[in-house]
């Protein structure tokens, strides 16, 4: 778990945040399918709001489980799939800290507690919810939108059966009071709460054409196809070609001296702080592309995987690369076998498997003073080489033509 903290400005106090509450979309800025790297954007525009952050994810399998943004003076948690890495879930997990807007109305908060009652008064009729008695929870449903209720084992008769009558009162009078929020993307109509029913939910879908995670086909030592825009991108290309097929940059800058070129002897450049090299870098397809500062011609591709734990993490928007060995021929579309693809998800033990041993790691340290994740390996092949984490996931990929 990673944790940021800033100092908290004064007349900011815990709770005092009021946030529009939007069903099946999203709560205040945050929206549902949101790449994770526009929900950092947010953050960082209001410093003052978001003051303490905690970003936590499973470092060993960082597949396995979501990536989560999590607001503790809000009382709030931001889900992401942490494949496309795009917003799934909203968690409001201490509703007395996070005052929402509906309409014109406030409910939660310190001052306006969310009963039962008040849900109902608010939000209108639905059909009953779902009690879990092993949680001792009751979930009230409405499209994109669920609120979990604590139910006191002496009133666990009022759901009988899972089903009870609304608005929910107690004999005594009383109305159970909002313990949980979710909001979720409501088009497949899935029932979101707490427990198995928080795994139901999933970032909406992509809109017809979106770019985000576009797969990038590679054809090692030749071209990067892009599925989406069908564009091909070669070796030996000229800026002038890029822009063309991809448009502008995000970014243009000089090339530090490359630390591994030591390790060539057939380059007889002498070791400055700059080389003539240039990188164009587009930071929303998650490619680097360099180019050579006297032919001005592509000589490398780099391509970021974008998992947490890495020292670029949230730089770049995640490349969706497909990599396709050597042994394979023809056209991008009659190459489908998935035996020999190398993609972001493939850990190293895999690409070994494909590839080969390829022997001894370069250490690649980028920095350790400053950089907390600590050190890399790198591993080269013919016409790519594979930086590789601790946990044995791909970082990220270079391309060049040996």
Same mark, same amino acid.
């Given at each position: 778990m990673l944790q940021r903290t800033r100092r908290r400005c004064e007349g900011t106090a815990m709770g005092a945040i009021v946030l529009d509450l939007r069903p099946g979309l999203g709560v205040g800025p945050f929206t549902l399918g949101m790449p994770i790297c526009e929900a950092f954007a947010q953050i960082e525009q209001q410093p003052n709001i978001y003051d303490v952050v905690h970003v936590k994810y499973f470092d060993e399998e960082p597949l396995k489980l979501d990536i989560v943004i999590s607001f503790p003076d809000h009382g709030f948690h931001l889900r992401f799939d942490p494949w496309s890495q795009r917003l799934r879930l909203v968690e409001i997990f201490d509703v007395k800290r996070l005052q929402m807007r509906y309409a014109t109305s406030l409910i939660g908060g310190p001052s306006t507690l969310a009963t039962f009652v008040a849900v109902y008064a608010l939000f209108g009729p639905t059909f009953p919810g779902i009690y879990d008695k092993d949680r001792g929870v009751y979930t009230l449903f409405y499209p994109g939108?669920?609120?979990?209720? =604590?139910? =006191?084992?002496?009133? &666990? $008769? @009022? @759901?009988? $059966?899972g089903e009870a009558a609304l608005p929910l009162e107690f004999p005594d009078g009383t109305t159970p009071v909002t313990c949980r929020v979710s909001?979720? $993307?409501? !088009? &497949?109509?899935? +029932?979101? *709460?707490? %427990? !198995?029913?928080? $795994? +139901?939910? &999933?970032? =909406?879908?992509?809109?017809? %054409?979106?770019?985000?995670m576009e797969e990038v086909h590679v054809k090692l030592g030749e071209e990067l196809y892009f599925t989406v825009g069908g564009q091909h991108i070669t070796f030996g290309a000229s800026p002038q070609d890029v822009w063309t097929e991809l448009g502008r940059p995000c970014g243009i800058h000089q090339k530090q001296v490359d630390q591994m070129v030591i390790h060539s002897a057939s380059d007889p450049r002498p070791r400055t702080t700059l080389c003539g090299d240039y990188f164009y870098n587009y930071f929303?397809? *998650?490619?680097?592309?360099?180019?050579? %500062?006297q032919t001005h011609k592509i000589k490398k591709f780099v391509l970021h995987t974008n998992y947490p734990g890495h020292a670029d993490f949230n730089s770049y928007i995640k490349c969706n690369f497909v990599i396709f060995s050597s042994d394979f021929e023809g056209s991008f579309e009659e190459v489908n076998s998935r035996v020999h693809r190398i993609t972001p998800s493939t850990k190293w033990e895999q690409v070994k498997e494909i590839l080969g041993d390829c022997g001894r790691a370069a250490i690649q340290t980028q920095g350790? &003073?400053?950089n907390p994740f600590g050190s890399t390996f790198v591993y080269g092949y013919q016409n790519v080489a594979f930086e590789v984490m601790k946990n044995g996931y791909i970082a990220t990929v270079t391309l060049f033509q040996s």
């Open positions: 939108l669920s609120f979990a209720f =604590p139910i =006191p084992s002496q009133y &666990t $008769d @009022c @759901c009988y $059966d909001i979720y $993307d409501s !088009s &497949t109509d899935k +029932k979101v *709460g707490v %427990g !198995s029913l928080m $795994d +139901k939910a &999933t970032a =909406p879908p992509l809109p017809v %054409g979106s770019l985000y929303t397809r *998650g490619l680097d592309i360099l180019f050579d %500062g350790s &003073t400053s």
